[in-house]
């Protein structure tokens, strides 16, 4: 089960979610290290939002991101080639071992056929000392996500295809990272009715590509009528549980 990221990179960025600050976790990581030109590697980039963010803040970073779509690696040349774009899948690095300090990956593992097989070759090409920083999503603890509300059959499938903190946890353990921490945390952004429709008529988030069209095509015709019937400014309130995964090699 997986998306064309190919086909929605055009409009990938559209959804607000996409936008990057600095990675507070790499920052604190440089903090610690007292050094910043360390060598950082982000797998599964996307449009690569979030290093160019890491760069603009820490501009002596040796910067690298892996993603498996060229569509989206196309995107993120455009907005900064001195970051090293790299097309490859994250269970197969094409990387030495010890080649990074730092490797982050943001809601990528429910994408990937072997998340355990992934985060084994994130810690082999982990330097001594290394950390690595995965994030995801619960779907479990997130009843109010608005895509839920709309897209009942996208709650099911994510509940089936993302994996349980107690698996993250321990895929890190078995790839022998030596401290490993886990924490989530529970988000209610708002949103006007306007704009939820808008991006639903993108269908760029993997929730919407992967169910029917027919359950695509319900869901947004719900929304729509309220749209028609609340008007465009109404506030959504959203709900996101974020799963954190830090863990140190």
Not at 87 to 111: K, N
Not at 120 to 127: A, H, I, K, P, W
Not at 181 to 192: D, L, T
Not at 218 to 226: F, I, K, P, W
């Amino acid at each position: 089960m997986t998306v064309d990221y190919d086909r929605i990179a055009g409009v990938y960025d559209r959804d607000a979610i996409r936008h990057k600050q600095v990675d507070r976790h790499l920052a604190a990581f440089i903090d610690e290290r007292g050094r910043d030109d360390l060598r950082v590697l982000d797998v599964g980039c996307g449009t690569g939002n979030q290093l160019v963010a890491d760069i603009e803040r820490f501009p002596r970073l040796r910067a690298t991101g892996v993603d498996r779509s060229a569509g989206m690696l196309a995107g993120a040349h455009a907005k900064l080639d001195a970051i090293t774009w790299v097309e490859a899948d994250a269970t197969s690095l094409p990387f030495g071992d010890a080649a990074f300090d730092y490797a982050s990956m943001q809601f990528v593992i429910h994408h990937l056929a072997d998340g355990r097989r992934a985060v084994r070759e994130v810690r082999r090409v982990l330097d001594r000392g290394g950390r690595f920083v995965l994030q995801s999503l619960s779907p479990a603890d997130q009843p109010g996500f608005l895509t839920y509300r709309y897209w009942p059959a996208a709650r099911e499938l994510d509940l089936r295809r993302f994996a349980p903190r107690a698996a993250l946890e321990s895929w890190c353990r078995e790839a022998g990272f030596t401290r490993v921490k886990i924490s989530i945390s529970v988000e209610h952004p708002v949103m006007s009715l306007g704009s939820a429709v808008a991006l639903a008529h993108d269908r760029s988030g993997s929730q919407l590509v992967l169910i029917s069209d027919d359950d695509y095509r319900a869901g947004l015709a719900r929304l729509e009528r309220e749209w028609r019937e609340q008007g465009p400014d109404v506030s959504l309130e959203d709900e996101i549980a974020l799963v954190t995964v830090v863990a140190d090699a």
